[in-house]
């Protein structure tokens, strides 16, 4: 790093003693989301008064660098550049308040310098985007726009992987994050008014040296795309040089300025860029995240802590204090006991630290230290909501309206608005009443984009039960821009966008139960002019499927969709009618499909029984006209097959009790079915799997046992009596069975079968003495909780202490 005292006279891209420029260009190396080198860069620029600035980046957003200083304009952005025909190929340029070229644009607009981007144009970087090599760029952690070698934190240990590891390995730290804020980020007041051009002419030299030992050659891809790039710049640099008289400034990636420094014939450069392909491509600023930053992989920028970078920059004094005075106010938002006395001595410790293991201030690792040791008391709970909340964060930029779009994305930002419904990085939980019309539009709008792929919602459950009531879970990400710029191909607004789609997804599903699936989304959507075709598809597919379990799995979604009728006010006529003749297929189809199945097939079955019962549960609420009534029918199918012995033992004892739950079994009836199939003449297999289906967790079965001892009898007798050879055979089935229950019930049931049967034989006798389980309701426990639930509904005055005496116990 020797040389750094030439920079002020003659120094590699140094001023003259006028403080204006010389003949060369000044260079100015960065590390790409540096809050040290951003400083330097306004530092270098204010001394120099450059009369352009030339910035790595696509050529192609040069016409919006003006936007970087509209007020609307916050970041973190970054340049999207998308190929105009394949809109889903896309690279990324994501800047940062910190990033030292949104520093220099900012810079060249404020002082009305023009400011450019040189980096080779992407139209060249696109059309290099095969799909291999999209799969190579995300394994190997490069960053479309942005190689590995100039992001901090890359992952490859070579030179141009990440130079700043060598260069941390040469100077003796084995971290390279701690050694480039010790010798950049750190660097204090006076270190940086005595020489402005000194770290960049350091690192020049440094990055010379370092790139005399790469080991890459052609062939090799990126040194490739390195000297292709490098050439561009080159030209792009002297013809600003030609242009401008009063020099010009280069602000670029540390690796590359060797290459630009680099006496090169121009002959040459325009040659290495001849006949390289190309394809039209289409730029716009969207917004970033911090927490996008902090990815290597991807779109991501490898910067493990942009929210602590972005303090270093922001914060004008004392960055470790103000720190922990925001690490502070978050703790104790979060309920947590932090007072003056903890930031003080955390500091002192943070301090403390820098200086014991010899650094000039502390850094984030000793600042985190600290916090973990006396604002969080040594534990690494509250120290992980530190870390995710601010030392990476979940800010979100933001663009202005007046930034170009495609058509899909402005009616998307209009609708946003008028729906008052604003992205967000942090995810948050969005509560939907459809009962209010504003509600029901974000509803639609999610489900909209949902089909579009556009995931900026995730249906969540709701507290509530009623069809009323929707839930969500929203974040924004930076790359849901591009999956907006590819949905466009379907329309210019959501609506016309998202009923395409679901036409065309129609026609190319492959299974029933997709077709029916895409109905209801097509209903939750509230995309009438889409679901005409979709159910003309879904009657077709339909009438030709013959395959029972495809028919029971497509039912329960399509009745499903019938409840939102009533909510949303959609016709769903037609949508009744399509599910009563589907039910009608699955009642002839089901039993004869029962037959002959294994354990697996068995089980399978077992939940299309669960679920057609369900929905049949639902669809007779609204029998379509033609079909007669669809529940007695249903309860016909399940008596036959509990009576058939062809039908797995699962599905018979499923069949059963879904009979008992809807009273048309009596329990005696269920009492002699259990003693028959549990007598000695049936497989002990078959018994127990029987057993699954009636009694099986999920359904209610532990309490069915708990209020009905002739049940638990039959079982307890029919176990005790299973022979010791195949006892093990049988074991797993009841686990399972069993296991599924809440330990409140397998405790009770547990301790009915620890009294034994005399004392179970009167278990529900009168006056057993066992509270819970008598012939008849205990009207006196009931009576003591009726002054609370008064007081509750608001239907009496507040009960007296006398009136409360009982309650509970």
């Not at 030339?54 to 016409?63: F, Q, R, S, T, Y």
């Not at 899909?408 to 948050?428: G, I, N």
């Amino acid at each position: 790093m020797a040389g750094a005292d030439r920079a002020g006279s003659g120094a590699p891209g140094g001023p003259g003693g006028t403080g204006g420029l010389g003949g060369r260009p000044l260079l100015l190396g960065v590390r790409h989301h540096g809050p040290g080198s951003a400083r330097a860069v306004r530092a270098a620029l204010e001394a120099a008064r450059p009369g352009a600035v030339l910035v790595e980046g696509p050529p192609e957003a040069d016409a919006l660098i003006p936007l970087a200083a509209h007020e609307d304009m916050r970041p973190p952005v970054a340049l999207l550049a998308h190929a105009v025909d394949e809109p889903g190929r896309s690279a990324f340029w994501p800047v940062a308040e910190f990033s030292p070229e949104w520093v220099a644009v900012r810079w060249a607009l404020e002082h009305g310098v023009p400011a450019r981007f040189i980096d080779l144009p992407a139209a060249h970087t696109l059309a290099w985007r095969t799909a291999d090599e999209k799969a190579d760029e995300e394994a190997t952690g490069q960053v479309d726009g942005q190689e590995a070698g100039d992001v901090p934190g890359a992952a490859s240990p070579d030179v141009r992987g990440d130079p700043l590891a060598v260069l941390a390995e040469a100077a003796g730290h084995d971290d390279p994050e701690r050694w480039w804020e010790d010798v950049i980020e750190h660097r204090g007041p006076g270190e940086r008014e005595r020489d402005v051009f000194a770290p960049f002419t350091a690192l020049e030299e440094a990055m010379g040296a370092l790139r005399e030992t790469e080991e890459g050659g052609e062939g090799d891809t990126a040194h490739d795309r390195d000297l292709l790039r490098e050439a561009h710049m080159r030209l792009q640099v002297r013809a600003a040089r030609r242009e401008f008289a009063q020099g010009v400034a280069v602000v670029c990636g540390a690796w590359h300025v060797p290459a630009l420094r680099r006496r090169a014939a121009v002959a040459a450069d325009r040659a290495l860029l001849r006949g390289l392909p190309r394809t039209k491509v289409d730029m716009t600023w969207v917004p970033w995240t911090h927490r996008r930053l902090s990815r290597a992989g991807g779109y991501g920028a490898g910067v493990e802590s942009p929210g602590w970078y972005g303090h270093l920059f922001a914060a004008v004094d004392r960055p470790v204090e103000r720190w922990l005075t925001r690490v502070a106010g978050l703790l104790r938002e979060e309920g947590r006991t932090v007072s003056p006395a903890h930031v003080i001595e955390a500091a002192r410790l943070a301090g403390t630290l820098a200086a014991i293991r010899g650094r000039p201030l502390p850094g984030l690792s000793e600042t985190t230290d600290a916090v973990r040791a006396v604002l969080c008391d040594g534990s690494d709970v509250p120290l992980a909501l530190v870390h995710d909340r601010l030392v990476v964060g979940d800010v979100l930029g933001e663009v202005p309206a007046g930034a170009p779009a495609v058509p899909l994305q402005r009616d998307l930002t209009r609708t946003q608005r008028r729906l008052r419904l604003k992205p967000e990085a942090a995810e948050r939980e969005l509560e939907l009443d459809l009962r209010k019309e504003t509600d029901t539009g974000r509803s639609r709008l999610l489900h909209r984009l949902r089909l579009l792929g556009v995931g900026w919602g995730e249906p969540a459950a709701s507290r509530s039960t009623g069809t009323f009531r929707e839930t969500w879970r929203l974040r924004w990400e930076p790359e849901l821009s591009v999956r907006v710029a590819e949905a466009g191909v379907w329309g210019t607004t959501v609506l016309s966008a998202a009923t395409a789609r679901a036409e065309a997804d129609a026609v190319t599903a492959r299974g029933l139960a997709e077709v029916t699936a895409l109905a209801e989304r097509c209903l939750l959507a509230g995309l009438p002019d889409a679901l005409s075709p979709v159910m003309r598809i879904l009657a077709d597919r339909a009438a030709l499927d013959t395959d029972v379990g495809h028919l029971a799995e497509a039912l329960p979604a399509l009745v499903r969709s019938l409840r939102y009728g009533d909510v949303r006010g959609t016709d769903t006529a037609a949508l009744a009618e399509v599910a009563a003749g589907l039910a009608e297929r699955v009642f002839v189809g089901l039993p004869a499909a029962c037959a002959a199945l294994d354990a697996d097939a068995a089980e399978e079955m077992r939940r299309h029984v669960d679920a057609v019962h369900t929905a049949v549960g639902l669809l007779g609420d609204a029998p379509a006209p033609g079909h007669g009534d669809l529940r007695s029918r249903w309860r016909a199918v399940l008596r036959t097959l509990s009576a058939r012995d062809a039908v797995p033992g699962i599905v018979r004892g499923r069949a059963v009790r879904l009979l008992l739950d809807d009273g048309e079994l009596a329990p005696d009836e269920a009492a002699r079915i259990m003693g028959l199939v549990l007598s000695p003449g049936t497989a002990p297999a078959d018994a127990a799997a029987w057993i699954e289906g009636f009694a099986g967790g999920g359904s209610g079965g532990g309490m069915l046992l708990l209020h009905d001892e002739r049940l638990l009898a039959l079982i307890d007798a029919w176990l005790t009596g299973v022979p010791a050879d195949v006892f093990t055979d049988v074991l797993p089935l009841l686990r399972r069975t069993f296991a599924a229950y809440e330990p409140g019930v397998r405790r009770s049931v547990g301790e009915l079968v620890r009294r034994g049967p005399e004392a179970r034989g009167s278990v529900t006798a009168a006056g057993s003495g066992i509270p819970g389980f008598a012939a008849g309701p205990d009207t006196a426990r009931a009576d003591a909780v009726l002054p609370v639930v008064r007081l509750l509904l608001g239907t009496d005055p507040a009960p007296d202490d006398d009136d409360l005496v009982g309650v509970g116990t």
